[in-house]
């Protein structure tokens, strides 16, 4: 399986982007998905994941409210819609994917499959 994450760019802070993150492979339906970010001198954080339905989703305290994620099977793709951005939000955003319907812990190792990762900056 292979990842392509895309729609990172420069926005100003309270504004809006929705980052797409497109899977190759047969198989994309049956994992869940997740995205992580990282910004520099700082470590690989969670952002949220969802299941392989997307009837189940989990978000770090820190976007809980502002970003949604969400998935289309049919198209192979999972989004992170990120709103009300803050410049703090500012890091490199990477979607994975683990080979299990559903993932219950927030940490990377969980992951089995990485992106290429975008770039995201807001300014303030």
């Known amino acids: 399986v292979q990842l392509q994450a895309s729609g990172g760019g420069l926005v100003q802070a309270g504004g809006s982007l929705r980052l797409s993150c497109a899977a190759s492979?047969?198989?994309?339906?049956?994992?869940?998905m997740g995205w992580f970010r990282q910004a520099p001198g700082k470590e690989r954080e969670f952002v949220a994941d969802i299941n392989w339905s997307g009837m189940l989703t989990h978000y770090a305290d820190s976007v809980k409210g502002r970003f949604t994620i969400s998935r289309e099977n049919a198209k192979n793709t999972v989004y992170l819609q990120m709103n009300s951005l803050k410049p703090e939000d500012t890091a490199v955003y990477y979607c994975?994917?683990?080979?299990?319907?559903?993932?219950?812990?927030?940490?990377?190792?969980?992951?089995?499959?990485w992106g290429q990762g975008t770039q995201v900056t807001v300014s303030s």
């Open positions: 994975a994917g683990a080979r299990k319907s559903t993932v219950y812990t927030r940490n990377s190792y969980e992951y089995d499959y």
């Open positions: 492979g047969r198989t994309f339906s049956t994992y869940a």
